[in-house]
């Protein structure tokens, strides 16, 4: 038989547990403009993924006889997907506008504003000289400390499923489709954010063991 225990309320009087609680990171796609760096748009997501699907294949150039050198010629491509739920009623209730502040806030990070696409039309009537279009911001998909890539938002994949009154949503999951630039395409900071992830993962792979373990012939003698 199991027994529930009961933690009686703690008071100002009474000592305080001799821990803290761990408080959950959130991940997030942060944009940042091109032409103001303090221009920041940070779409934390309302809950974590409980998955996140990551495709990579290398790059690489084959020279000399044979296929003789196989060369790296950039960082891996990378995709990344994640699905996240938005739920108007964990922010006081369905009324209003549902979650309609939180899909725009997303639809946002792969649109112009309306200032820079009225000045881009404005610009090309009659214009006879190459008028260029808005920057699109810079891009970061922040999945811990560890984990700070510079993406292209390819998709952005709404499913509305719940509506109130008003037929605004109050429940959608969200797919976000990310590619990792390559640094044979990326600037910078861009370049440096991949470096910084490069080392990381060098960290990360040392802690590994790589003494005492058998794998059926003796590494010594490969060639």
């Known amino acids: 038989m199991s027994e529930t225990l009961i933690q009686p309320p703690l008071t100002p009087n009474q000592p305080q547990p001799p821990w803290t609680p761990l408080k959950v ?3 997030a796609v942060v944009a940042i ?3 103001n760096a303090q221009q920041k748009t940070v779409v934390a997501f309302q809950y974590n993924p409980v998955t996140l699907t990551r495709n990579l294949s290398p790059v690489l150039v084959t020279e000399g006889a ?3 050198s196989v060369r790296f010629n950039a960082t891996a491509k990378q ?3 994640v699905t996240i739920t938005l739920d108007a009623t964990d922010d006081g209730g369905p009324q209003g506008n549902g979650i309609l502040p939180q899909l725009a806030m ?3 990070l792969i649109n112009p504003s309306s200032a820079a696409l009225n000045q881009y039309w404005t610009s090309t009537q009659g214009a006879s000289i190459e008028v260029l279009p808005p920057l699109a911001p810079r891009t ?3 999945w811990g400390p560890n984990r700070v890539l510079p993406v292209k938002l390819t998709t952005i994949n ?3 499923k719940e509506f109130n009154t008003n037929l605004n949503p109050i429940f959608a999951e969200v797919k976000l489709g990310m590619e990792v630039y390559p640094y044979n395409e990326a600037g910078q900071p861009e370049y440096s954010y991949l470096l910084t992830n490069l080392q990381k ?3 990360m792979s040392a802690l590994v063991p790589t003494t005492g373990v058998t794998i059926g012939v003796d590494p010594s003698g490969l060639t």
């Open 66 to 68: 044979g296929g003789s």
């Open 25 to 27: 990171l959130k991940g």
């Open 33 to 35: 403009s091109r032409t």
């Open 106 to 108: 997303l639809e946002l």
């Open 140 to 142: 970061l998909f922040v």
């Open 79 to 81: 995709t990344i997907d």
């Open 201 to 203: 993962l060098e960290t």
């Open 158 to 160: 709404v499913t509305e």
